[in-house]
C-alpha cells in the first residue's frame, strides 16, 4: 500500500466548500460524541449500583464479561466499514454516483449477511463444544451460557448495520448514525432496568441490551436508509461484484483498518475475558473490570474528540494542505492532551471516593491499579489522534505493522504477567503495549510526517500535561481531606469545589488574544 491519499486531490468529496464552517462542523461532531459518552458513561457506570444492588458480585463480574464478549465481536467487521466509506466517497467523484453507490452497498450487504450468518453458526457450534462457562469460570453462574450466546449472536447479527454508518458518514449524514444509536442505548438501559427490577435475571438483562440493537440494525436497513436514499431500492448489486475474486479483494483491502479495530477493541475489551480465565477470585475479576472502566472512558473520550478532528485532517490531506494541515494537526493534539490531562486530573483524587460509593464497598478499590491505568491512558492520548489521522489518509501499511505488533506485545505481556500478578498484570500490558508502540512508533510517526516541527511538539505537549496531570492531582489531594463528612453529598461537595477552582485557574484562556499568542506558539 502507499501512504497517499485515497482519492484524487480535488475529488475526495469528503466536502464541499459551501457547507458549514470547519468550526461549525467540529462543533457538531463533538456534540453528538458528548452525547454518546454521557449514555457510555450511563452503561458502564450509573448502572452498576442497581446491578449490584440485586446481583452478586460474581453475577456481577459475569455481566461485564458478557458485556465485553459483545463489543468484541465488532471486529467481525474485518475493516469493511471503512473499505465501504473510502470507496463511497470515491463515487462522489463519479458520473453515476448514486447509481454505483447503490450497486455497491447491494453487494457488500450480501456480504456482511453472509459474514454474519457464517459467524453465528460457527459460535453456536464452538459453545457446544466448548461451553463458555466452563472456559471463563462461570460453572455457578445461572443462565451464563444462554447469555453468552445471546449477546453474542446478537451482535454479531447487528453487525452488517456498520454498512449503512459508514454510507451516512460517507454522505455527511453522521450526526443521524449516531443520534440513533444513542436512541438505541438509552431505550436498552431502560429495557435492562426493566429486566433486571422484574426477574433479576442475567439472561434477561442480556436479552434487553441485544434485542434493542437488533431492532436499530433492522430500522436502519428497511426504513432509514431507503428513505433518506431511494436509489438504494433501485439496484440489486452487479453479478460480477458477487464473484469469489471481488469478495476476497474487499476483505484484503480491510485488512488494514481491522487489525487497526481490533487491537482497539481487543486493548478495550479483551483483558476482562484474560483476567477472568487466568485469575480464580471473581472478586479480582469484578474489580477489575470496574475499574478498567474510568481508563475506558477516558480513551473513549480522547478517540470520540479525535473522530471529527480526523474527518478535517482527512480532508486537507486528501487537497494537499500542507500549512492548514499542520496548523490543525497541532491545536488537536494539544487539544486531545490536555482533554486527557484535565480529566485524569480529576479522576485520580476522587475515583478512591466515586468507586467506594458507587460499589457500595462490596469491591475492594486497588490505588496502584486505578493509578497505572489512568496515568497510562492520559501519556499516550496524543497518540489516539495519530491513530484516527492514520485512518483517514490511507496509511494502511503503517496500521498493520504498528497496531499487529501492539496487539502481539500486549497478548505476550498479559500472558506473562496476568497470572502472577492478576489485575495489575493486565494494566501492565495494556499500558506497556501503548507507550511502546502506539505512542513511540505510530504516533511518533505520525507528528514526524505532520509537523516540521515534531520533537519540540513532543517535548511541549510532556511538559503541559505533566503540569496539567499533576497540578489538578494535587488540588484535588488538598480538597479531599478539607471537606467533612462522607458519602453522596461529600463527594459531590469536593468535586464541586475541583471544578471551580480549575475554571479559575482556566480563566485567563478566556481572552481570545491570549488564546490566539497560545495558539500561534504550538510548535508546528
Known sequence: MTEQPVDTPGKTGIRSSSGPSRARRLFDGWSASF???????????????????????????????????GYLTLIADSGLQFRA????????????????????????????????????????????????????????????????????????????????????????????????QNWAMLIAQIGQLIAIVTTGSLLAVTIAFVAIQIALSAYLFLVDAPRRFPFLRRSQGRRSWQSWSWVLGQFRNGVPFAVAGATELALLNLPVLLVSAFVSDRVAVAQWGLTRVAAGLLRALCTQATLPLAAELGHDYA????????????????????LASVVASGLLPFWPDFFALWTHGAIPYDPLLTMTLLIGTSVIAPSILALSFANYSNRGELLV????????????????????????????????????????????IIIGRTLAQPLR???????????????????????????????LTAFALECTIWLFAVAFAASPLASKNLRSRLIAAIPR
Not at 450511563?42 to 458478557?66: D, I, R
Not at 453465528?120 to 471463563?136: E, F, K
Not at 487537497?319 to 490536555?338: C, E, H, M, N, W
Open 35 to 69: 452525547f454518546q459518552m454521557v449514555l457510555g458513561m450511563t452503561q458502564q457506570v450509573a448502572l452498576v449500583p442497581v446491578f449490584l444492588h440485586f446481583w452478586s458480585g460474581e453475577t456481577l463480574a459475569a455481566w461485564l464479561v458478557v458485556y465485553s464478549v
Open 85 to 180: 466509506i473510502n470507496r463511497f466517497l470515491a463515487f462522489k467523484s463519479s458520473v453515476d454516483c448514486d447509481g454505483r453507490t447503490a450497486r455497491f452497498y447491494a453487494a457488500m450487504l450480501r456480504i456482511y449477511y453472509g459474514l454474519a450468518a457464517v459467524l453465528v453458526v460457527l459460535l453456536l457450534v464452538g459453545t457446544q463444544l466448548n461451553p463458555p462457562s466452563a472456559v471463563l469460570g462461570f460453572q455457578a453462574t445461572s443462565n451464563f451460557d444462554a447469555a453468552f450466546v445471546v449477546m453474542t449472536a446478537g451482535m454479531l447479527a447487528a453487525v452488517p448495520a456498520n454498512l449503512v454508518s459508514g454510507l451516512y458518514r460517507a454522505r455527511g449524514l453522521y450526526g443521524r448514525a449516531v443520534g440513533l
Open 319 to 338: 487537497i494537499g494542505l500542507k500549512d492548514q494541515l499542520r496548523s490543525l494537526y497541532a491545536r488537536g493534539s494539544l487539544f486531545v492532551a490536555l
Open 401 to 444: 505493522r504498528t497496531k499487529g505488533l501492539q496487539l502481539a506485545v500486549f497478548l505476550i505481556l498479559s500472558i506473562v504477567l496476568i497470572r502472577p500478578w492478576g489485575p495489575l498484570g493486565a494494566a501492565i500490558a495494556i499500558v506497556a503495549s501503548d507507550l511502546l508502540v502506539q505512542f513511540g512508533l505510530l504516533g511518533l
Open 457 to 487: 511538539h513532543v517535548a511541549v505537549l510532556a511538559v503541559i500535561m505533566a503540569l496539567v496531570t499533576l497540578g489538578g492531582w494535587g488540588l484535588g489531594t488538598i480538597i479531599r481531606p478539607l471537606v467533612p463528612g462522607s458519602g
